[in-house]
């Protein structure tokens, strides 16, 4: 079992950039594999990226590959996601989650069994 709190979203200019954390509170976070998602208004939510529970393994959407980075800190029971580059159409809630896994990989779809309750990232044109 685990909590998550999702942290570092805000209001940036189109082309900044923002790190967002993901903190699970938990015993076992280095077995829960983690993957970030994000749903803009009106739209569905999407897949953004997943990492793996050791960090070995990362999958990213294919229009944020480059941009975006996951990593994790399992010392630190956190997960990151660094934007770079940052338009106007990545404005959304993003959301971390997670579930226990027993071997090393990323899960790219939204099944997990533990969600954070969001956070907010806004672009300005």
């Known amino acids: 079992q685990v909590q998550l709190v999702e942290s570092g979203g805000g209001l940036v200019q189109a082309g900044g950039s923002l790190r967002l954390s993901c903190a699970a509170s938990?015993?076992?976070?280095?077995?829960?594999?983690v993957g970030w998602f994000r749903q803009a208004p009106g739209k569905e939510r999407e897949f953004v990226a997943a990492?793996?529970?050791?960090?070995?393994?990362?999958y990213y959407a294919d229009s944020l590959k480059g941009p975006f980075t996951i990593s994790r800190d399992n010392a630190k029971n956190t997960v990151y996601l660094q934007m770079n580059s940052l338009k106007p159409e990545d404005t959304a809630v993003y959301y971390c989650?997670?579930?226990?896994?027993?071997?090393?990989?990323?899960?790219?779809?939204?099944?997990?069994?533990?969600w954070g309750q969001g956070t907010q990232v806004t672009v300005s044109s």
């Open positions: 990492i793996s529970r050791s960090g070995g393994n990362t």
């Open positions: 938990g015993r076992t976070f280095s077995s829960y594999a």
């Open positions: 989650a997670a579930e226990e896994v027993y071997s090393d990989y990323a899960k790219t779809f939204d099944e997990y069994d533990y």
